[in-house]
């Protein structure tokens, strides 16, 4: 069964630096979204993004974010200057239509130090 | 913020079947109710959706009352490995607006 894969799993850095993390989504997905999840908080959505265009995004994707479909089969989170509260697990999903079941991938773990 | 309650832990033993509620009493018509749970820190799982009608799939049962303001997931016979934090999310599907509004969850403990 197709899986949604991210890397790194593990990413540390420090502050202010930029960091991209990757995802590949299921090959027939066409919709695409990020979601984070600071220790101990609730899975807070990030931004969606449908044919090379963010649909809706959260007050957190602010202009320290963007995200990129480069090449057609990546799905690319980049935050330009990473703050300490940056620190959570980023989540990437997709879905076949906006309509349909997002799967989500194992996540990131990003430390910002 | 998430439109939906739920408790907050739950306990069921081995073998059993989990039984775990959940309230929606302001969904909308169009308005889809979906289940994923989360094991540690990995990543949401899909489990079930549905709109007015039952569901059952490999996974679980969802049962929606007939005023839609209230669900049940049920995982009729739980394992060790179904313990996680299981989450009920109302779903809007209009376009631009499909994202997933995660609360806090039900944090189900299956016990030997």
């Known amino acids: 069964e197709p899986e949604v894969t991210q890397t790194p799993s593990h990413q540390v850095t420090q502050m202010g630096q930029e960091v991209i993390l990757r995802c590949v989504p299921i090959s027939n997905h066409l919709y695409f979204y990020w979601y984070r999840q600071i220790l101990g908080q609730k899975v807070e959505f990030l931004v969606s993004?449908?044919?090379?265009?963010?649909?809706?995004k959260s007050e957190i994707f602010d202009d320290q974010f963007s995200v990129e479909r480069p090449d057609g089969s990546n799905f690319t989170l980049k935050i330009r200057s990473t703050k300490l509260e940056d620190s959570a697990m980023y989540f990437c999903?997709?879905?076949?239509?906006?309509?349909?079941?997002?799967?989500f991938g194992p996540g990131t773990r990003l430390l910002v130090l | 913020d998430a439109k939906t309650t739920q408790p907050t832990s739950m306990d069921c033993a081995e073998g059993r079947a989990a039984n775990l509620p959940c309230n929606h009493s302001?969904?909308?018509?169009?308005?889809?109710v979906y289940w994923y749970r989360q094991i540690h820190s990995q990543g949401p799982q899909y489990i079930i959706h549905g709109l007015k009608n039952n569901e059952t799939n490999e996974m679980a049962s969802l049962i929606i009352t007939e005023d839609r303001k209230s669900s049940t997931l049920i995982l009729p016979h739980a394992t060790l490995r179904d313990t996680a934090v299981y989450y009920c999310?109302?779903?809007?599907?209009?376009?631009?607006?499909?994202?997933?509004?995660f609360g806090t969850g039900t944090r189900l403990t299956i016990i030997p």
């Open positions: 993004f449908y044919n090379n265009e963010i649909s809706e």
């Open positions: 302001t969904i909308s018509g169009n308005e889809y």
């Open positions: 999903a997709g879905g076949r239509g906006y309509q349909e079941t997002q799967y």
């Open positions: 999310i109302v779903r809007g599907v209009n376009f631009g607006n499909e994202k997933l509004t």
